[in-house]
């Protein structure tokens, strides 16, 4: 039934934003399945592939409404002190060659695919992108994107180096690393596929608006500084 309702929704948006971008994201058989990172990355990938084009299939005829396909969100399947704390570079080229055959996967059915879906405030180390400079380049080529989730934790409105450059906006540290280190990645499209409120501040708390008339106010000033950077799709 919520599958149901979700499909629904896809459908109003398409119908009242054609233009809109749609992008669908499989959870239930993904969510809670975990990589094991001493298993082949691709066979892996192939298994995680599986069970989101099972779920997609469910779409039928609404398939054709989905602009981008994202392959896991965050850390969920990655859910390793070493790779999200402490940046291990082997552990970090495996979810590379991990999310570029999910990309491929995505592509021969005729999606356009999402890797990333990046927690705010990660990758804590900026350097850590020089372990999925491949990977970014393939999903490029394949007509994909990259994503992560614009959060902020104090409604602070301000620019880049602040708060805001360091959680909501932390992105375009992404694309200052790019122009030095791969410039040929620095229109590399990226969607903002979640934002919101860290509640309390605290970006291991979960989300919500908290108080409605600042979050509104935030989101107004967000949309009009993402709209500043023409590698963000939306």
Same mark, same amino acid.
């Given at each position: 039934?919520?599958? =149901? /309702?979700? =499909?629904?929704?896809?459908?109003?948006?398409?119908?009242?934003?054609? !233009? $809109?971008?749609?992008?669908?994201?499989?959870?239930?058989?993904?969510?809670?399945? =975990?990589?094991?990172?001493? +298993?082949?990355?691709?066979?892996?990938?192939?298994?995680?592939?599986? @069970?989101?084009?099972?779920?997609?299939?469910?779409?039928?005829?609404?398939?054709?409404?989905?602009?981008?396909?994202? !392959?896991?969100?965050?850390?969920? /399947?990655?859910?390793?002190?070493?790779?999200?704390?402490?940046?291990?570079?082997?552990?970090?080229?495996?979810?590379?060659?991990?999310?570029?055959? @999910?990309?491929?996967? @995505?592509?021969?059915?005729?999606?356009?695919?999402? @890797?990333?879906?990046?927690?705010?405030?990660?990758?804590?180390?900026?350097?850590?992108?020089?372990?999925?400079?491949?990977?970014?380049?393939?999903?490029?080529?394949?007509?994909?994107?990259?994503?992560?989730? $614009?959060?902020?934790?104090?409604?602070?409105?301000?620019?880049?180096?602040?708060?805001?450059?360091?959680?909501?906006?932390?992105?375009?540290?992404?694309?200052?690393?790019?122009?030095?280190?791969?410039?040929?990645?620095?229109?590399?499209?990226?969607?903002?596929?979640?934002?919101?409120? !860290?509640?309390?501040?605290?970006?291991? +708390?979960?989300?919500?608006?908290?108080?409605?008339?600042?979050? +509104?106010?935030?989101?107004?000033?967000?949309? $009009?500084?993402?709209?500043?950077?023409?590698?963000?799709?939306?």
């Amino acid at each position: 039934q919520n599958n =149901q /309702n979700r =499909q629904n929704l896809l459908r109003e948006y398409k119908t009242k934003c054609p !233009a $809109g971008i749609a992008v669908v994201r499989i959870h239930d058989g993904v969510a809670e399945k =975990q990589v094991d990172f001493k +298993k082949d990355s691709v066979k892996t990938a192939d298994e995680f592939f599986n @069970i989101i084009n099972k779920q997609v299939n469910r779409l039928g005829d609404d398939t054709k409404l989905v602009d981008y396909l994202s !392959a896991t969100n965050e850390f969920e /399947n990655f859910d390793d002190d070493d790779l999200v704390l402490r940046g291990d570079k082997t552990k970090w080229q495996w979810v590379g060659r991990f999310w570029t055959r @999910i990309a491929q996967n @995505i592509k021969q059915m005729g999606l356009r695919p999402n @890797i990333g879906d990046l927690n705010v405030g990660h990758p804590t180390d900026i350097t850590i992108l020089n372990y999925l400079i491949p990977t970014l380049r393939e999903v490029k080529k394949l007509g994909g994107a990259w994503s992560y989730h $614009g959060y902020t934790v104090d409604y602070s409105m301000n620019g880049t180096n602040s708060t805001e450059g360091e959680n909501s906006l932390r992105y375009r540290q992404f694309y200052d690393f790019f122009s030095k280190n791969a410039p040929d990645l620095s229109d590399m499209p990226i969607l903002i596929t979640e934002t919101g409120v !860290a509640e309390s501040g605290r970006k291991d +708390k979960g989300y919500m608006p908290g108080n409605i008339e600042k979050f +509104k106010t935030w989101l107004t000033w967000y949309d $009009g500084e993402i709209g500043k950077d023409n590698y963000v799709v939306g």
